[in-house]
Nanobody, 117 residues
Framework: QVQLVESGGGLVQPGGSLRLSCAAS????????VGWYRQAPGKQRELVAT???????NYADSVKGRFTISRDNAKSTVYLQMNSLRPDDTAVYYC???????????WGQGTQVTVSS
């Protein structure tokens, strides 16, 4: 059974940083585009950042220059470094892995990020 397990969420003050991790198991990680999405209370899930196997990154405008997505294929892990956090970054963050040239994709269970003083 494929699993994506996120970690690294928590409570941080505005202007602070967090690093999220998502470890995948039972997939050939390096043929998946990986990404982070988030869902705030009362809002739809939205894209934060994606990273292709060829390491082409795409970011939501709201996080450009503050967040960085990266991957370690040897560890089957994707990361999201979040700097200069703002209260409107508060959400549950979900990891996603989508197989290239396929509709096959998987989601993690989510990790809460709360930005508050």
């Amino acid at each position: 059974q494929v699993q994506l397990v996120e970690s690294g969420g928590g409570l941080v003050q505005p202007g602070g940083s967090l690093r999220l991790s998502c470890a995948a198991s039972r997939i050939i990680f390096n043929i998946y585009t990986v990404g982070w999405y988030r869902q705030a209370p009362g809002k739809q899930r939205e894209l934060v950042a994606t990273l292709t196997p060829g390491t082409n990154a795409n970011y939501a405008d709201s996080v450009k220059g503050r967040f960085t997505i990266s991957r370690d294929n040897a560890k089957s892990t994707v990361y999201l470094q979040m700097n200069s956090l703002r209260p409107d970054d508060t959400a549950v963050y979900y990891c996603n892995a989508q197989k290239i040239f396929s509709r096959e994709d998987y989601w993690g269970q989510g990790t809460q990020v709360t930005v508050s003083s």
